[in-house]
Every structure is written in structure tokens, then in C-alpha cells.
Nanobody, 118 residues
Framework: VQLQASGGGLVQAGGSLRLSCATS????????MGWFRQAPGKEREFVAS????????DYSDSVKGRFAISRENAKNTVNLQMNSLKPEDTAVYYCAARPVYTTQYNYWGQGTLVTVSS
């Protein structure tokens, strides 16, 4: 299974970016997809996750109300719409996948850098 994240870049505070994660290889049908981020000098942190059917979506408190996760199963894609970006959102963003019956993410993408200037 391969996960390819894209869409990162440089944006001013208050702006928006849309990240995408394309999956290939073995099907991830039924999996939970998540986004994580790691800022310089900090540990990786959870950002958002979505179940296969989309019936459960979770966000970290730091992005709730500003970010929106979605998935297009027919296209094997998961998206993260990021609005009202802040400098503290600057990080490398990773997409990941896990089976629904576990909390351990076992597939990871390579990351895409998001830089928010003040």
C-alpha cells in the first residue's frame, strides 16, 4: 500500500490550502484514514480522521472549525481542506491509514510541507 500526500505550500495567515492523499496498491476498503502533522522540534500530532463511510469524523481541538476532512472512496483519495490558517499550523502533514478495529496506523505517506507566514 502506498500513500502519496500532496497540496502543501506557502500561504499567508488567514489563507487556505487543500491537501490530498492518494492511495494505491492493496485496497484500503473499510479503513480509517487520518491526517497528522509534525512541526519543527515537536512531536507528531493527530489532526483529523475519517471512517470509510464517513459516519465518524474526529478533529483535534486545535483545528476544529477550521479544517475539514473528506474522502472519495471511488478515487482512493482523502482530502484535508484547511481554512483560516495560522502560523502555528506550519508543519509537515502526513496521511495515514489503519484498520477500523485498531488504533494503530500502519500505513503512512511521505508528508507534504505546509508553511504559514504571519
Amino acid at each position: 500500500v502506498q500513500l502519496q500526500a500532496s497540496g502543501g505550500g506557502l500561504v499567508q495567515a488567514g489563507g487556505s490550502l487543500r491537501l490530498s492523499c492518494a492511495t494505491s496498491g492493496r485496497t484500503l476498503r473499510g479503513s480509517v484514514m487520518g491526517w497528522f502533522r509534525q512541526a519543527p522540534g515537536k512531536e507528531r500530532e493527530f489532526v483529523a480522521s475519517i471512517t470509510w463511510s464517513g459516519d465518524r469524523i474526529d478533529y483535534s481541538d486545535s483545528v476544529k472549525g477550521r479544517f475539514a476532512i473528506s474522502r472519495e472512496n471511488a478515487k482512493n483519495t482523502v482530502n484535508l481542506q484547511m481554512n483560516s490558517l495560522k502560523p502555528e499550523d506550519t508543519a509537515v502533514y502526513y496521511c495515514a491509514a489503519r484498520p477500523v478495529y485498531t488504533t494503530q496506523y500502519n500505513y503512512w505517506g511521505q508528508g507534504t510541507l505546509v508553511t504559514v507566514s504571519s
